[in-house]
């Protein structure tokens, strides 16, 4: 484990930070009986110093995390994106969505950055560059911009958090087809402070989840592990992190075969550390553009991810994204999920499905052994 006078100590910041300051402080490792990562997670003999140290920033963002008042507590939120047009339109219905007029709440200070790769289209690139000086928050490194990339840009977010926005108490790391509850963050914020928790891996934890052989969600690494199981991780789109872990995974990425995916890479260096998960049964939900499946957000969801708006679907209907979001952030923002459903029936004149018998016989039955959650959908969706 870190101290804080660890974390302020990095002169010169003009320059990209190495793996050999990354690693000054090697953290210590944590090795169980039937351990499901490989060896080197915990003997710490890989080495990615080459790989990792030839990656630049093009634009770095320097200026992101400038405080007003060293009281000022910090939150950054690191966006996974990329740049394709779909991703340039997901940015924009953040700004105009739920990261828009981010005021200070509590004490609590929000940054937003974007965290993009390198492509060679002329005309795209030159789109990058107006977005990044017209917004500030692009923070784009010089790596692959595909879906295969997205543990190099989560490694590239921390070691710029680690040496740009060192101030900040908690990193959030998501991906750009998001809704973030702001107040929800803040209150989990609010009870990491006042408990001065240290080592925070906070998310939608999967446990006993087996190593996918093939699509897009196919294991990789450079090294053979020793089980097809991963180590509990915090699900895909995001979790919350605390700076102190964020800079002891900044010497294991030096140190370690980086895998994908990467979520499932960063659970087993969290595992590997020792660090127990933090789960929230409701930190993330699935929007998958039904009417009745906005029924189960409630207050202390803090992702609604958009699980269908593919790049395709962003590209073709970009006004419906941002509809969208601004349906669920505005409801979110005012602290009421109620009105994430009221605002999904505004304009809507479907007529009263005709309950089913077992579906009555269900919500009749208080001794069934039925989830209450499962007995509000029913409900909710036949307006028993």
Request: aromatic share 10%; charged share 25%.
């Amino acid at each position: 484990m870190f101290e804080e006078s660890d974390i302020d100590d990095y002169g010169d910041k003009s320059e990209s930070m190495t793996c050999h300051e990354f690693t000054r402080k090697l953290p210590k490792t944590v090795r169980k009986r039937g351990h499901l990562q490989a060896k080197e997670f915990f003997n710490l003999s890989y080495n990615n110093t080459a790989y990792l140290d030839a990656i630049r920033y093009i634009y770095p963002a320097k200026n992101l995390c400038e405080r007003k008042s060293y009281t000022e507590k910090l939150i950054l939120i690191l966006i996974i994106s990329d740049t394709s047009v779909s991703g340039s339109i997901f940015r924009q219905a953040i700004r105009a969505t739920w990261a828009k007029n981010l005021t200070e709440q509590n004490g609590w200070t929000i940054r937003i950055g974007f965290i993009i790769g390198n492509q060679t289209h002329g005309r795209q690139r030159t789109n990058i560059s107006e977005e990044v000086h017209h917004y500030h928050d692009i923070i784009q490194a010089s790596i692959g911009d595909g879906y295969d990339k997205l543990t190099e840009k989560t490694i590239m977010g921390f070691r710029w958090a680690q040496q740009y926005c060192s101030k900040a108490l908690l990193i959030m790391r998501i991906t750009h087809d998001v809704v973030v509850n702001v107040r929800g963050l803040i209150k989990e914020a609010e009870l990491f402070h006042a408990q001065q928790t240290t080592r925070l891996y906070l998310g939608k934890t999967i446990r006993n989840a087996t190593i996918m052989k093939r699509g897009k969600y196919k294991f990789r690494s450079p090294v053979r592990w020793p089980t097809n199981k991963y180590p509990a991780f915090q699900a895909e789109p995001g979790y919350v992190i605390s700076m102190d872990l964020a800079i002891e995974l900044n010497a294991m990425f030096c140190r370690t075969p980086i895998a994908f995916p990467d979520d499932t890479y960063v659970g087993a260096l969290v595992d590997a550390l020792g660090v127990n998960a933090t789960t929230r049964k409701l930190f993330t939900f699935s929007h998958r553009y039904k009417e009745n499946d906005l029924i189960m957000v409630t207050n202390n969801t803090i992702i609604v991810h958009f699980v269908r708006w593919t790049s395709k679907a962003v590209e073709k209907n970009p006004t419906f994204l941002y509809n969208d979001m601004k349906k669920v952030s505005d409801a979110l923002l005012r602290n009421n999920a109620k009105a994430i459903k009221e605002s999904y029936r505004v304009g809507r004149n479907k007529p009263i499905l005709k309950p089913k018998l077992k579906y009555r016989n269900v919500l009749r039955n208080k001794n069934a052994k039925v989830p209450a959650s499962k007995r509000r959908l029913i409900s909710q969706k036949y307006r028993i």
